[in-house]
C-alpha cells in the first residue's frame, strides 16, 4: 500500500479550521482541504493537500492500492513539530488495516517542511517526496503581490525593515551630524543602535522584554507588593550611587596627591551601602510578604533582611577603617556584631520552623488517627 503523506509542519490546518488531525481518508481530507481553502485561500498548504488529493485520485484509477492523509505538527516548530507529526505518522499507521507493507510518498510546499522526512522515514519507507510549486506569471504584478506579502508579516517587518531603515538613515544623519559639527558622534549613535538591535534579536531580548512586561502587569494588577518593592528599592539604589559618588569626591577633595584605588572603592561603599542595604531589605520584605499571602512562607524566608543588615553592617566597618574613621577595636566589634546576627537568625527560624512543622505533623497525625477510631466505631 502506498500512504500518500500531506505534511503541514506548523498546522495550518488546525489552527485555522479546528480540524482534528490527522486527517486520513479521502473524504475527510477533501473536506480539510475545502475548509482551508475557505478559511485562507493564500495558504500554501492547501495547494499540498489537494495535490494529495490529485496523487490519489490518479493512482485509485489505476487499481493500485493506495490511502491518502494530512498530518501536522504545530507552531513551536523544530523539534517540537517534528515530533508532533512522527505521533501523527504512528496514529495514521495505526488506522490502516492492511496486511500489506506499507510505504510513503511525501507532499510539502518547502524545505522547511521537509525537514521531517527523516522522522517519518524512521517510522515507514519513503518511495519518495513531491514538492508543490504553485506556478505564477512572473511580471510586475506577481512581484508587487510577493513583496507586500513579505512586507505583512510581522516576523518579517522585524527582521528586515528595521536594520535597512537603520542603515538607510546613516547617510542623512551623517548630513545633519556635519551641518552640526558632529558627524562622529552621529555616527556612532546610528552604528550603536543597529548593533543593539542585532544584539537582541540574536539573544532573543525583545521576548524576554515582553515576558519581564507581561509578569509586571500582572503583579500590579494582581496587587503583588514585591513590584512596589522592587520600585523602592530601584529609587534607593539611585540614592545610593550617588551618596557614594559625594563620599567619593568628598575624599579625593581632603586627600592630597591620588587616591588609590581601594581607597576610592571604600568610599564608594561607605557612602552607599546604607541605602543598598534599605533597597535589600525592601525587596526581601516585599517578597516575604507575597509569600505569606500566598500561604507558601516558610521560616528560613525570614533570614534575608537579617542577613542584608548583617552584610552591611560588615562592608561598612570594613569601608570605614580603610578610610581611617574607625579604630580597628571597632572593626572587629561589627564584624563580629555582624557574623553573630546572621547566626543568631538563622538558628532561630531553623528551630522555629522545626517546631512548628513537628507541631503541624503531630495534629495532622492526630486528626487521623481520630478518623480512624471513628471509622472503626462504625
Same mark, same amino acid.
Given at each position: 500500500m502506498l500512504l500518500v503523506l500531506c505534511v503541514d509542519l506548523d498546522d495550518d490546518l488546525g489552527r485555522k479550521t479546528g480540524f482534528t488531525t490527522p486527517v486520513i481518508g479521502r473524504d475527510p481530507v477533501e473536506e480539510a482541504a475545502i475548509a482551508l481553502a475557505t478559511e485562507d485561500p493564500e495558504d500554501s498548504d492547501v495547494n499540498v493537500i489537494f495535490q494529495g488529493l490529485h496523487v490519489y485520485d490518479d493512482l485509485d484509477e489505476r487499481d493500485e492500492s493506495v490511502e491518502v492523509a494530512v498530518v501536522t505538527g504545530n507552531e513551536?516548530?523544530?523539534?517540537?513539530?517534528?515530533?508532533?507529526?512522527?505521533?501523527?505518522?504512528?496514529?495514521?499507521?495505526?488506522? %490502516?488495516?492492511?496486511?500489506?507493507?506499507?510505504? !510513503?510518498?511525501?507532499?510539502?510546499?518547502? /524545505? *522547511?517542511? #521537509?525537514?521531517?522526512?527523516?522522522?517519518?522515514?524512521?517510522?515507514?519507507?519513503?518511495?519518495?517526496?513531491?514538492?508543490?510549486?504553485?506556478?505564477?506569471? *512572473?511580471?510586475?504584478?506577481?512581484?508587487?503581490?510577493?513583496?507586500?506579502?513579505?512586507?505583512?508579516?510581522?516576523?518579517?517587518?522585524?527582521?528586515?525593515?528595521?536594520?535597512?531603515?537603520?542603515?538607510?538613515?546613516?547617510?542623512?544623519?551623517?548630513?545633519i551630524g556635519s551641518a552640526l559639527e558632529m558627524p562622529g558622534f552621529v555616527l556612532g549613535t546610528t552604528s550603536a543602535l543597529l548593533g543593539l538591535y542585532l544584539i537582541s534579536r540574536g539573544l532573543g531580548l525583545g521576548d524576554r522584554l515582553d515576558t519581564a512586561v507581561e509578569r509586571a502587569r500582572r503583579s500590579l494588577y494582581a496587587g503583588r507588593t514585591t513590584l512596589l518593592a522592587y520600585v523602592v528599592a530601584a529609587a534607593l539604589f539611585v540614592l545610593g550611587g550617588v551618596s557614594g559618588t559625594n563620599e567619593l569626591e568628598t575624599i579625593q577633595e581632603s586627600t592630597a596627591g591620588e587616591v588609590s584605588a581601594p581607597v576610592m572603592l571604600a568610599?564608594?561603599?561607605?557612602?552607599?551601602? *546604607?541605602?543598598?542595604? !534599605?533597597?535589600?531589605?525592601?525587596? $526581601? %520584605?516585599? *517578597?516575604?510578604?507575597? &509569600?505569606?499571602?500566598?500561604?507558601?512562607?516558610?521560616?528560613?524566608?525570614?533570614?534575608?533582611? @537579617?542577613?542584608?543588615?548583617?552584610? !552591611?553592617?560588615?562592608?561598612?566597618?570594613?569601608?570605614? @577603617? @580603610?578610610?581611617?574613621?574607625? &579604630?580597628? $577595636?571597632?572593626? /572587629?566589634?561589627? %564584624?563580629?556584631?555582624?557574623?553573630?546576627?546572621?547566626?543568631? $537568625?538563622?538558628?532561630? @527560624?531553623?528551630?522555629?520552623? $522545626?517546631?512548628?512543622?513537628?507541631?503541624?505533623? #503531630?495534629? #495532622? !497525625?492526630d486528626a487521623d488517627a481520630e478518623g480512624r477510631r471513628q471509622t472503626d466505631s462504625a
Open positions: 513551536d516548530g523544530d523539534v517540537a513539530a517534528n515530533r508532533e507529526v512522527g505521533d501523527e505518522v504512528d496514529t495514521v499507521l495505526a488506522s %490502516l488495516s492492511t496486511a500489506e507493507d506499507v510505504t !510513503a510518498l511525501v507532499i510539502t510546499d518547502g /524545505a *522547511q517542511d #521537509e525537514s521531517v522526512i527523516p522522522v517519518i522515514r524512521s517510522r515507514v519507507p519513503i518511495d519518495g517526496v513531491r514538492r508543490v510549486v504553485v506556478r505564477q506569471a *512572473q511580471n510586475l504584478e506577481s512581484m508587487y503581490y510577493t513583496i507586500k506579502q513579505v512586507l505583512d508579516d510581522p516576523e518579517t517587518r522585524g527582521t528586515v525593515l528595521i536594520p535597512l531603515g537603520i542603515l538607510l538613515l546613516i547617510y542623512p544623519l551623517a548630513l568610599a564608594l561603599v561607605y557612602g552607599s551601602i *546604607q541605602w543598598l542595604a !534599605a533597597a535589600g531589605v525592601t525587596t $526581601s %520584605l516585599g *517578597q516575604i510578604t507575597d &509569600e505569606y499571602i500566598a500561604g507558601s512562607l516558610e521560616w528560613r524566608y525570614l533570614n534575608a533582611p @537579617f542577613y542584608v543588615v548583617s552584610i !552591611a553592617l560588615v562592608l561598612r566597618a570594613v569601608s570605614a @577603617f @580603610f578610610l581611617d574613621k574607625v &579604630e580597628i $577595636s571597632y572593626l /572587629a566589634t561589627a %564584624l563580629t556584631a555582624g557574623t553573630l546576627l546572621g547566626i543568631a $537568625s538563622t538558628l532561630a @527560624f531553623a528551630v522555629l520552623e $522545626s517546631r512548628y512543622t513537628d507541631s503541624d505533623a #503531630e495534629r #495532622e !497525625a
